[in-house]
């Protein structure tokens, strides 16, 4: 577990660094026992970071959200490094953006936290649905601990433990400037038990089933927008000419949207799951994500945001490709 | 634009091509209903005089200002029409082509169907046109010299001409000699010329031009350009023989301790070589080489006290510290004229080449009946992998053979092998091998079995003809197996003008062996990006009207590296190739590529998926000021853009277009195209 005082002391120095314009991290939320993303311009502010189990959120998301305002006329753009937290999975977002040229190495400064698991909240819910004030989980061995209300609650690790927590095999971030405490060894391994069941329905099972999930969207595009992944200026969703998809929501519009996502993020995905995560219509996206994914590693042997320095799929060809697909 | 389009339609009959099946008529009237057509006629050829004058005429009269013409494939007429637009003083990018011959009358046979189709591509067409824009075809110089790649017989006629007319050549050559296959033929067919005796001045020639740079034992590592300015790097290998010093005087190859020891790739085998050598006596450049696979010094590191080639060249030349040497020049114009291999007749272990010691393959024949060949020309059994015997005196003659069979079309015509084509050389060759032997041993009985024989070239039928009355017998048939009987080898096959099954016995068999494409061919491809037809020799770009070039601007062919083709044939395509090389040298620029792609600097991230892509390096990232921010945009340097498209297909944020190929262009073609 990650020392919180240690945390926050080097938080302090990196924030103090004159070539650092802002740091990434994690807070306490509002209610119960959320946390949140924190911005810290100033060494006064970093008593409120925290990390801990709740700590879902893959921050990496925010360094290509930030919107670049324009400068005005005489002053020059502010290029210092922003300083990020990351977990092992949401280190892979920072490798496959950088192999993406979003933005350079030394633009950032990557504190990089070992991760031994975060909790899915759904199920924190589900378990303690009434807890509004603040609480507090933490990790203890083999069980998460929950303190709130007064109360002091042990549940075994498996039962709130995220989903994709339990494939993983990145726990210690890929990148990193300063790692906040020791490596930890993989403790999980990915069998994509998952999408080998999805893959052995009928045609028309598959079809039922994500027609009945399609139909739910909303089109909050929530999705995207938290997807690290996702970060055009301009997005093609959004345009009007010409106009890809259409803005009313619909089956045939919300499909061609989802497979338009999925298929923008085939060798690209990193699978930190947020994207379902934040689904407020719980639509299995990581289900289609991970298709993908496991079609590009048994096609093309490639695995995105792993390799540092590797070019990212779409863009490297070789004349022995497979194309056993192509009609 | 100016104000709205004013489209011309043209429905083109191309005789009955189209118009028997789509009816034409229909499909005119439907295309005066579609919107913003103001004219639409239909006529027999669209692009002979009259049928282009319709359209000039009409530009002026109606004030066109789009025009379609639904027609064959625009790889067949597009330049034809373009120009049209252009002498009716349109911009030639104005001109939208709908596919109904190819894609349509020639694949569909029902009437109804097709003329409704028919409707459909041109009804897409009109929508495109709609929207199409003016486009600018810029020029650029063009670099005054020309790359040819392989000294074979082509490629040796193509430098000659180029050079002749004034122009640099670089010669690129593999081997450590020019001269190719040809420089391994005996006589040549039907002429019976010798074939050193035509072949040996043009090397020398090329040798001696002031205007030809010859690059032997080199290789084409890396191309990167297009026409008028190709980038060129050459390895040329380390021969470890210095070549101004090399006097040609060929004591280095007598005193190589293994002289005589390595098979010569020249002589297929059947002669023996030293580590350093000659290929033959006439080589172009006459400087020898060393084989460092096999050289005692170079592979093994120690070759007796010194290496004997050393201590007795006189000139000083070997240099065992010489390295690889890369030159790097530009060239205006490419001529690719790699050849051929022959079929390796161990694909067809029916016949038992490579078990049996006389059965040979014809260029092993070739060597074996050269006057320069290992034998001095005497047609002798072979005694193949036997270690020589001490003194020649006591080695007993070689035994003549009595009689000799050919097998034609082995590894040609023949699906098993996947070769479906005739290799075009062989039945000339075999009847010319026949009659060499008929030549040199009258008593000799000489069988040739066949399935057709094809002589269909200038003086081949005679040729034939004199043959046969020479006492050559052919049998049709196509033989099932070559066995031993004691000391004779028997072919057995099937007489089928008179369905007779048969043993034939005999001495030695020559193996026909068809002309395939070289087994490196992969090389040249790889770096020049050509495609290759079903047989996989290099694909030229349309197989009537544009023989000798290729896909790529600037890049042409000759020789057998396009298909199978005799002597001439390759000298005739040499030339042709050679004098299409000369246009854009001689003009001095070209146009190049209007329809490439633009980069939407605005909305473009930097990812660089593109640049990578680009297979002619064409897309960079240049960093840009946006709104105070510095950052990186795809830029495309449009020279080098061939329109391909597949940034296009890449570009997640769609910041990329390509000209005449825009979102606002294809997606109404798609809506009419799509099912309703
Ligand atoms: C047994 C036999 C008998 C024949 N007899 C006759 C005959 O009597 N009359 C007749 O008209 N035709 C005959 N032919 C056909 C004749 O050989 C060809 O038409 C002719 O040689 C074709 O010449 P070319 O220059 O295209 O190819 P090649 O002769 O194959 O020359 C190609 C050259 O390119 C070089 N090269 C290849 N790749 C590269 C590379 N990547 N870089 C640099 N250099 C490279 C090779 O080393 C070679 O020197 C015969 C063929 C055979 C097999």
Redesign the interface.
């Known amino acids: 577990m990650v020392d919180v005082s240690k945390l926050r002391e080097t938080a302090r120095e990196i924030i103090s660094r004159e070539d650092v314009r802002e740091l990434i991290g994690y807070r306490a939320g509002t209610y119960g026992f959320r946390a949140r993303p924190a911005f810290v311009y100033d060494p006064g502010e970093v008593d409120q970071l925290i990390f801990n189990p709740a700590c879902v959120n893959n921050l990496a998301t925010y360094i290509t959200l930030e919107e670049k305002l324009p400068v005005p006329r005489g002053q020059e753009p502010d290029l210092r490094k922003v300083a990020v937290m990351v977990k092992g999975c949401d280190s892979r977002a920072l490798v496959q953006q950088m192999a993406e040229n979003a933005y350079e190495r030394d633009r950032i400064l990557v504190i990089g936290i070992p991760c031994t698991g975060v909790v899915d909240m759904d199920k924190v819910q589900a378990r303690f649905p009434d807890v509004l004030g603040p609480g507090e989980i933490s990790l203890e061995g083999d069980k998460f601990v929950l303190i709130f209300d007064g109360r002091r609650e042990e549940i075994p690790k498996e039962e709130l433990l995220a989903d994709k927590c339990k494939r993983c095999r990145f726990p210690t971030p890929l990148v990193y400037d300063v790692l906040l405490d020791e490596e930890v060894a993989p403790f999980a391994t990915d069998d994509y038990s998952d999408v080998e069941a999805l893959e052995s329905r009928s045609q028309d099972e598959k079809w039922a089933y994500w027609e009945e999930k399609f139909s739910r969207c909303i089109r909050c595009y929530s999705c995207r927008n938290v997807c690290p992944m996702c970060y055009c200026n301009d997005c093609i969703l959004d345009r009007l000419r010409p106009q890809w998809i259409r803005r009313s929501v619909d089956i045939s519009e919300n499909t061609a949207f989802h497979i338009a996502r999925a298929y923008h993020l085939a060798g690209r995905c990193i699978q930190c799951g947020e994207c379902q995560r934040v689904c407020p219509v719980e639509i299995p996206l990581m289900e289609l994500n991970r298709k993908l994914y496991k079609d590009v590693e048994e096609l093309y042997d490639f695995e995105p945001g792993v390799k540092v320095d590797a070019p990212p799929l779409l863009s490297s060809y070789r004349p022995d490709d497979p194309e056993d697909f192509i009609l | 634009m100016n104000g709205k389009p004013k489209i011309g339609v043209y429905v083109c009959h191309c005789g009955t091509n189209i118009a028997g099946t789509v009816n034409v008529e229909e499909v005119r009237d439907f295309a005066a209903s579609l919107p913003d057509v103001v004219v639409a006629r239909n006529y027999s050829y669209m692009c002979s005089d009259p049928g282009q004058a319709l359209i000039t005429e009409d530009i002026k009269n109606y004030g066109l200002n789009r025009v379609v013409v639904a027609s064959c494939s625009p790889r067949m007429h597009e330049p034809t029409f373009r120009k049209t637009l252009e002498s009716g003083g349109l911009n030639p990018f104005y001109l939208e082509m709908a596919n109904i011959r190819e894609q349509c009358s020639w694949v569909h046979e029902d009437p109804i169907a097709a003329t409704e189709k028919a409707k459909r591509l041109l009804e897409a067409a009109v929508v495109k046109a709609r929207n199409l824009e003016a486009l600018e075809q810029k020029e650029v110089d063009v670099e005054p010299s020309c790359l040819i790649i392989g000294g074979g017989i082509a490629g040796i006629q193509a430098a000659l001409d180029i050079a002749d007319a004034g122009f640099k050549v670089y010669l690129v050559e593999k081997s450590p000699t020019i001269g190719g296959h040809m420089a391994q033929l005996d006589k040549t067919f039907p002429t019976l010329d010798c074939s050193a005796c035509i072949l040996t001045p043009k090397m020398v020639d090329v040798a001696n031009h002031p205007n030809i740079e010859l690059m032997t034992y080199s290789q084409v590592e890396e191309i990167t350009g297009y026409i008028g300015n190709f980038n060129v790097k050459v390895r040329k290998k380390a021969r470890f023989v210095d070549m101004d010093k090399c006097t040609g005087c060929g004591d280095c190859a007598e005193a190589c301790r293994l002289a005589g020891r390595i098979p010569n790739e020249f002589d297929e085998g059947i002669g023996m070589r030293g580590a350093i050598y000659l290929p033959f006596p006439q080589a172009v450049p006459a400087k020898y080489t060393i084989d460092k696979e096999n050289c005692l010094f170079l592979a093994k590191g120690k070759c007796g006290e010194t290496p004997k080639c050393q201590e007795v060249c006189q000139a000083g030349a070997i240099n065992f510290e010489q390295q690889d040497e890369i030159v790097e020049f530009k060239v205006g114009t490419i001529i690719v004229a790699t050849g051929y291999d022959v079929f390796d007749a161990r694909k067809k272990p029916e016949y038992g080449y490579g078990i049996y010691d006389n059965v040979l393959t014809a260029l092993e024949f070739e060597r074996l009946v050269n006057a320069s060949g290992p034998t001095g020309g005497k047609i002798v059994m072979l005694e193949r992998g036997k270690k020589k015997k001490k003194k020649e005196e006591e080695a007993e003659a070689p035994k003549v053979p009595k009689s000799i069979t050919f097998i034609q079309c082995v590894g040609s015509r023949d699906k098993s092998v996947g070769n479906e084509y005739c290799s075009r050389v062989c039945c000339m060759y075999t009847a010319k091998l026949a009659h060499l032997v008929k030549d040199k041993i009258p008593d000799c009985e000489v069988t040739i079995f066949y399935m057709d024989v094809r002589a269909f070239g200038k003086g081949f039928e005679e040729f034939y003809d004199r043959v046969r009355r020479e006492g050559v017998r052919y049998i049709r048939g196509n033989p099932s197996e070559i066995f031993r009987r004691g000391d004779k080898l028997v072919v057995k096959a099937e007489d089928t003008l008179t369905a007779t099954p048969l043993e034939h016995e005999t001495d030695m068999v020559v193996l026909s062996v068809g002309l395939v494409p070289r087994s490196d061919n992969r090389e040249i491809i790889?770096i020049l990006k050509l495609s290759q037809s079903s047989d996989l020799f290099y694909l030229e770009a349309h197989p009537k009207l544009r023989p000798v070039d290729t896909a790529s601007d600037g890049i042409f062919l000759a020789g057998v590296c396009q298909g199978p083709k005799d002597i001439p044939d390759a000298v005739a395509q040499a030339k042709g190739a050679a004098s299409a090389a000369m246009i854009p040298m001689a003009k001095g620029k070209v146009k190049v590529e209007a329809q490439t792609s633009v980069v939407n600097e605005?909305?473009c991230?930097?990812?660089?998926?593109?640049?990578?892509?680009c297979p002619f390096t064409a897309i960079e990232?240049v960093e840009v000021n946006?709104?105070?921010?510095?950052v990186?945009v795809a830029r495309v340097n449009e020279a080098l853009c061939k329109g391909c498209g597949a940034c296009v297909a890449?570009c997640?944020?769609?910041?990329i277009q390509q000209r005449s190929f825009k979102?606002?262009q294809l997606?109404p073609q798609i809506k009419v195209l799509g099912v309703k």
């Open positions: 790889d605005e909305t991230r930097g990812c660089g998926f593109c640049v990578e892509l990232l946006r709104q105070g921010w510095p990186k890449a997640l944020s769609g910041s979102d606002n997606l």
